[in-house]
């Protein structure tokens, strides 16, 4: 990985907190000309600094005010049952996060879901039916105190 440079930094840190703003925007921010800004910018996409640009909605407005934090144990831990998991979940629409963890639990998910009524039906309907899930423990979400989608860069 090349070292990025004091401006490639400050156009990360302000494209995290807008992806809106114009190359012309960030160059005056920055004090510069749009022409090397664009060429920067298009530079950190190509190399995969930037993955994608996407709006970050209000779950409550939409009508998803319910996060559920499921810790998941399975059974058996070879490659093969590992590798499945991971399949049955990413095809889980309301998982919107899934880490493989070290430690006492396996998996950590964090879903979003309409009501305590729809994570039971989730979990009875399709979380159930995955095979290999030995222990499943599940957190709700009362109040979020801190959520970002910037990194400290």
């Known amino acids: 990985m090349e070292k990025l440079d004091e401006i490639d930094l400050n156009i990360l840190r302000i494209l995290q907190k807008d992806s809106k703003k114009t190359t012309k925007e960030v160059a005056e921010m920055l004090n510069l000309t749009a022409s090397p800004i664009y060429e920067r910018t298009r530079r950190l996409e ?19 005010p319910i996060t ?12 093969g049952f590992i590798d499945k998991f991971e399949r049955q979940i990413k095809a889980l629409k309301e998982v ?15 879903i979003n879901l309409i009501s305590l009524e729809g994570y039971h039906e989730f979990v009875r309907l399709k979380l159930s039916k995955i095979e290999n899930i ?3 423990e599940s957190y709700f979400v009362l109040k979020e105190i801190s959520s970002t989608t910037e990194y400290y860069i």
């Open 96 to 110: 919107q996060e899934c880490y493989h963890m070290a430690g006492k639990v396996d998996f950590f998910l964090k």
């Open 134 to 136: 030995g222990v499943l």
């Open 46 to 64: 190509k190399k995969g600094y930037i993955k994608k640009y996407v709006a970050i909605l209000d779950r409550k407005l939409i009508n998803i």
């Open 68 to 79: 559920a934090i499921c810790m998941v144990s399975l059974r058996y831990h070879d490659e």
